[in-house]
């Protein structure tokens, strides 16, 4: 059972803007603890969208950007493109343990 | 650039064992932090352990321990999960992955995973 949680799905039109909260609590992402980013595709592994609140590795576009803030943090996706269809994933810690957010699922419509 | 490339996955009855691989290229293996992460069908990822870059530090999450056992060897740059006792419920894809870390003013240490191998799927089933 996550610790962090997302909400199911968001949608948006090509071009819009969309945000995905991640809440945790006092224990993890409230404790100061950062927060991280990932995205999966349809049948694919994962891979690093952000890491340190805010920061992108190499070769991930300026339209996703993080932000943490309390005991929650934010991914936000500008310029939405279809190949943007994915899971979205955070992740924190916790005490001794390293914790996943339940997912997002992003639709374009 | 990292590639992380997974074996071993397959068919197991409940209560019997399996030991997956992940072999490393393209970094500095023996100077990494190395984690199993799994996700099964239709559900979300769950951190399963990590093993420092010297294998004295491992850390399970309380769903595996003692029952799953994370180890490496250097000579083959690999990373393996032996898992015993196996559940129906440890159906999933397994992955391994690159563990980047970094610590704060605070003495706070921040870990997230910056490349992660293709998967490989162990089911559990009679």
């Known amino acids: 059972q996550s610790v962090l949680t997302q909400p199911p799905s968001v949608s948006g039109a090509p071009g819009q803007r969309v945000t995905i909260s991640c809440t945790g609590s006092s224990s993890n992402i409230g404790a100061g603890y950062d927060v991280h980013w990932y995205r999966q595709l349809p049948g694919k592994a994962p891979n690093l969208l952000i890491f340190g609140n805010s920061n992108r590795p190499s070769g991930v576009p300026d339209r996703f950007s993080g932000s943490k803030s309390g005991t929650s943090a934010s991914l936000a996706i500008t310029g939405l493109q279809a190949d943007d269809e994915a899971d979205y994933y955070c992740q924190s810690y916790d005490g001794s343990d390293i914790v996943f957010g339940t997912g997002t699922k992003v639709a374009v419509l | 650039q990292a590639l992380l490339v997974e074996s071993g996955g397959g068919l197991v009855k409940p209560g019997g064992s399996l030991r997956i691989s992940c072999e490393g290229s393209g970094f500095a293996f023996r100077d990494s932090y190395m984690s199993w992460i799994r996700q099964a069908p239709g559900k979300g990822l769950e951190w399963l352990s990590y093993i420092s870059s010297s294998g004295v530090t491992i850390y399970d999450a309380d769903s595996v321990k003692g029952r799953f056992t994370t180890s490496r060897d250097y000579a083959k740059d690999s990373l393996y999960l032996q898992m015993n006792s196996l559940r129906a419920e440890d159906t999933a894809v397994y992955y391994c992955?690159?563990?980047?870390?970094?610590?704060?003013?605070?003495?706070?240490?921040?870990?997230?995973?910056?490349?992660w191998g293709q998967g490989t799927l162990v089911t559990v089933s009679s």
């Open positions: 992955a690159k563990v980047s870390y970094y610590y704060d003013t605070f003495g706070y240490y921040h870990y997230y995973f910056d490349s």
